[in-house]
């Protein structure tokens, strides 16, 4: 994780320890700056990183402001840093289908801008909050970029390990998202009935380099996923 990231982090668990609200304020950028014992650019990055998120806000000449945005149970959906980073107080828990090093087929090799003789993890699980079934999610991930996976790390974040294990930075995804009805497949994992109505989306993960290393494709359960959508901006 850089610098700049693991401020963020800071900074947000701060807000979160102690519950501040809506348009409570921040310190200032020089503050910021002696705490953490780093240059400006390097707040400043964190800070633009926390708006991005919808953390904070800032207004120039006031300062840094709190940004509460999420109804209980609502997960952020363009968040690039996994369902573990959204979830607050929820728990969230695995049951992992499959790990395993593979070939990817064409669309799989496409996506990842790979060569379908390279080596991938595919990676399969349900993925449960507080008990009940969130989605299936199935993801390859390029194996020169992360090159180990196993069952216990797959149970938990991989997120969460490329970055601190591995020092793989993530920087941006691109997600293409549908609405349909479940196939017999799918409602087995998510217990639910064939043609029930799902949410499908497609994301391909992107180092701060612009390589992708993650593809996933996920299938919700449509009574219990609930997501949030921000916007910096009016949208035009």
Same mark, same amino acid.
């Given at each position: 994780? #850089? *610098?700049?990231?693991? !401020? +963020? +982090? /800071? !900074?947000?668990q701060y807000i979160n320890q102690h519950d501040l609200k809506q348009g409570d304020k921040l310190p200032v950028l020089e503050q910021l700056m002696s705490q953490y014992a780093v240059s400006k650019s390097t707040v400043t990055k964190a800070l633009e990183l926390l708006e991005r998120r919808g953390v904070v806000f800032q207004l120039r000449g006031s300062g840094i402001f709190v940004r509460r945005h999420n109804r209980p149970g609502y997960m952020s959906l363009f968040s690039t840093q996994g369902f573990k980073s959204n979830l607050g107080d929820r728990v969230l828990t695995s049951d992992v289908l499959d790990v395993s090093v593979t070939k990817p087929d064409e669309t $799989? +090799?496409?996506?990842?801008? !790979?060569?379908?003789?390279?080596?991938?993890? =595919? $990676?399969? &699980? $349900? &993925?449960?909050?507080?008990? /009940?079934? #969130?989605? =299936?999610?199935?993801?390859?991930?390029? *194996?020169?970029?992360v090159p180990y996976l196993n069952r216990e790390i797959v149970a938990d974040s991989i997120f969460d390990y490329v970055q601190s294990a591995l020092g793989v930075t993530i920087g941006f995804s691109d997600m293409y998202m549908q609405v349909g009805r479940l196939n017999a497949t799918e409602a087995g994992y998510l217990g639910l009935q064939e043609d029930d109505p799902t949410l499908r989306i497609e994301t391909i993960f992107h180092l701060t380099n612009g390589k992708p290393f993650d593809y996933s494709r996920i299938t919700y359960h449509y009574e219990h996923s609930q997501f949030v959508v921000q916007a910096n901006g009016p949208y035009m």
């Open positions: 994780m #850089l *610098k700049y990231q693991q !401020i +963020a +982090a /800071e !900074i947000e $799989v +090799a496409q996506n990842l801008g !790979i060569d379908v003789t390279d080596d991938v993890y =595919h $990676v399969e &699980r $349900v &993925r449960f909050v507080d008990g /009940e079934v #969130l989605c =299936h999610e199935e993801s390859y991930y390029v *194996k020169q970029i």
